[in-house]
């Protein structure tokens, strides 16, 4: 399977964000038919996660499936947690993809957020 990600100079971009420092913004409406971005990953055995909780990068990795941990390349580490997301990851996990998919139109100028516990009914 060949790999299409989407640039991400296009629909989006990473800038200041008020919530956490830096987020990821649309730099155009983006419609429920647009996949905002294609992630690859860095893979990394689970008892890494040890290891990465002593660093900087201990709030930018995944827990990933198969004892893995993941760290996502593109912006796939910057986007911001919500409640009340207006985009959702999606894991392919059978090509180590992080993709981001709107789950509502998301007006040019929005900060892309996602629920980071996967259900966008927890709180």
Known sequence: ??????????LIELRKS?????????????TLDDTIETCPLILLPEIETELIK???LFNYYFEWGNNHIAIAGGYGSFYNHSYMPNAM???????SLLIIKPLITIPKGTEILVNYLGDTTSK
């Open 1 to 10: 399977m060949k790999i299409q990600p989407i640039t991400p100079s296009k």
């Open 18 to 30: 008020e919530l956490h420092g830096k987020g990821v913004f649309a730099n155009e409406n983006i």
């Open 54 to 56: 002593q660093t900087n």
């Open 89 to 95: 990851f999606v894991k392919d996990m059978r090509n």
